[in-house]
């Protein structure tokens, strides 16, 4: 049985006080969670949500970092910077910084690994377009992006990883994709790690939906089988919310 897991997606939203604020009053909504949950936030509001949530059951993530230890690479971030202001989970390769910062396979694949190496969980994000979709292109797409990121991993490594299915046409639209087609779209991921790794490692990775997830469609989502969780942008920002998905995923749990 995987344990689900619920993380949110603040993207660039919220001051370190707007941040604080919001897992306040989060803390008390979601303390008696069945399944994992974590907040993605900016990177300047890591160490005063982290100190907000100290002793919860919250856990607090990145939203990208680079992949290398340290150097002559401004405006970056590394993992034991993550790490130091008390990160446990990092993004990577969002729709959003594939499409508007050149994040790539190759890059998703290296941060990835430097993740991993460094202690961070990653969450990485795959996903086709409305073009792809509708061309029927994406199961293959969807597998070689999986592959492509966890590629050089061993199967104990890519066990530890989330991956989040975001179909980019029900990012921030308000179009979510029906229980199905993610149900159907998570089981080729699924199949497609048990490809690069064998079928234990499949049955164990953990595998989120994201696609305008909110208080009204997660319980649907959340009961179907092949679907662990989920990523949460816009509803991530309400607290009520939020906590909503949280317990519909906690419900999931025997
Ligand atoms: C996301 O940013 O990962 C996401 C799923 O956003 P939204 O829930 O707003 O569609």
């Known amino acids: 049985m995987r344990k689900p897991i619920i993380a949110g997606n603040w993207k660039m939203n919220l001051t370190p006080l707007e941040g604080e604020t919001l897992v306040k009053a989060l803390i008390e909504k979601v303390a008696d969670a069945k399944c994992d949950v974590v907040?993605?936030?900016?990177?300047?509001?890591?160490?005063?949500?982290?100190?907000?949530?100290?002793?919860t059951n919250i856990h607090v993530g990145a939203q990208n970092l680079h992949f290398k230890k340290s150097g002559a690479y401004t405006g970056e971030v590394s993992a034991d910077m993550l790490k130091a202001v008390g990160a446990e989970y990092v993004i990577i390769g969002h729709s959003e910084r594939r499409q508007y910062f050149a994040e790539t396979d190759e890059t998703v694949n290296l941060k990835t690994l430097f993740a991993l190496?460094?202690?961070?969980?990653?969450?990485?994000?795959?996903?086709e377009s409305l073009a792809q979709r509708d061309a029927g292109e994406t199961d293959g797409l969807v597998s070689m992006q999986v592959k492509a990121a966890l590629k050089g991993l061993s199967a104990q490594d890519a066990q530890k990883v989330i991956i989040a299915y975001e179909p980019i046409w029900a990012i921030g639209t308000g179009r979510t994709a029906t229980n199905e087609q993610a149900d159907e779209t998570i089981g080729v991921i699924r199949g497609a790690v048990a490809e690069a790794f064998g079928q234990e490692t499949a049955e164990k990775i953990r595998i989120q939906y994201g696609g305008s997830m909110n208080a009204k469609n997660c319980q649907g989502l959340m009961q179907m089988p092949q679907i662990d969780g989920g990523l949460i942008g816009g509803a991530s920002l309400k607290a009520e919310d939020f906590s909503i998905i949280v317990a519909a995923a906690s419900d999931t749990v025997a």
Do not use: Q, R, W, Y
């Open 39 to 55: 907040v993605c936030v900016p990177f300047v509001d890591i160490a005063p949500v982290a100190a907000a949530v100290k002793g």
């Open 117 to 127: 190496e460094n202690g961070l969980i990653p969450i990485v994000c795959v996903g």
